[in-house]
Nanobody, 123 residues
Framework: QVQLVESGGGLVQAGGSLRLSCAAS????????LGWFRQAPGKEREFVAA????????AYADIVKGRFTISRDDATNTVYLQLNGLKPEDTAVYYC????????????????WGQGTQVTVSS
């Protein structure tokens, strides 16, 4: 069992930045790829970014490529998502999740999920 707890969300103006964190506990965190998804009101959950087991390979959705950066610190069992150049359309609840595959953008291939953290970008 893996427990994931996100933090770092908030309200920010367009063009601003946030750093989301996801702390993992429980079953082995290392050697598992991790990802971030987001879900806006009335929309389906969508893939944002993923990082492989040792952090040396990443994947991004086209809509965030060049603005968001995913990273992991296995010493502290934490995965991060740096959000730069935020836009109002980035407003959503952001979730971190653990998977056994890399890279995968399919939410059904992630087996552990956090509770989410709200990001709101004002125009």
């Amino acid at each position: 069992q893996v427990q994931l707890v996100e933090s770092g969300g908030g309200l920010v103006q367009a063009g601003g930045s946030l750093r989301l964190s996801c702390a993992a506990s429980g079953r082995t965190f290392t050697n598992r790829p991790l990802g971030w998804f987001r879900q806006a009101p009335g929309k389906e959950r969508e893939f944002v970014a993923a990082v492989n087991w040792n952090g040396d390979n990443t994947a991004y959705a086209d809509i965030v490529k060049g603005r968001f950066t995913i990273s992991r610190d296995d010493a502290t069992n934490t995965v991060y998502l740096q959000l730069n150049g935020l836009k109002p359309e980035d407003t959503a609840v952001y979730y971190c999740a653990s998977t056994w595959l890399f890279p995968t953008r399919l939410s059904r291939q992630y087996d552990y999920w956090g509770q989410g953290t709200q990001v709101t970008v004002s125009s």
